[in-house]
């Protein structure tokens, strides 16, 4: 009985990806802005959620979006 052998094929060299934008087409550019963590959610705890919402009221209100 003569075993057969597994041939193996060899893969093809791939081409380095080119950077995604970001998921759903946002891009959001915090750069050069002076405001601090404070300025933003306030002094007092808040929950995630919370955060997320400031977060998307400041930028909306100061254009930092592509859309």
């Known amino acids: 009985m003569a075993v057969k052998k597994k041939?193996?094929?060899?893969?093809?060299a791939t081409?380095?990806?080119a950077k995604k934008?970001?998921?759903g087409g946002y891009?959001?550019?915090f750069?050069?802005?002076s405001e601090t963590v404070e300025q933003v959610f306030g002094k007092k705890p808040i929950a995630?959620?919370?955060m997320t919402k400031k977060i998307w009221a400041f930028?909306?209100?100061k254009s930092?979006?592509?859309r």
Do not use: C, D, Q, W
């Not at 041939?7 to 093809?12: D, G, H, L, S």
């Open 7 to 12: 041939t193996t094929t060899k893969r093809k």
């Open 15 to 17: 081409k380095p990806k």
């Open 21 to 23: 934008p970001a998921f």
């Open 27 to 29: 891009a959001i550019s």
């Open 31 to 33: 750069a050069g802005r």
């Open 48 to 50: 995630p959620s919370e």
């Open 59 to 61: 930028v909306k209100s």
């Open 64 to 66: 930092l979006s592509n």
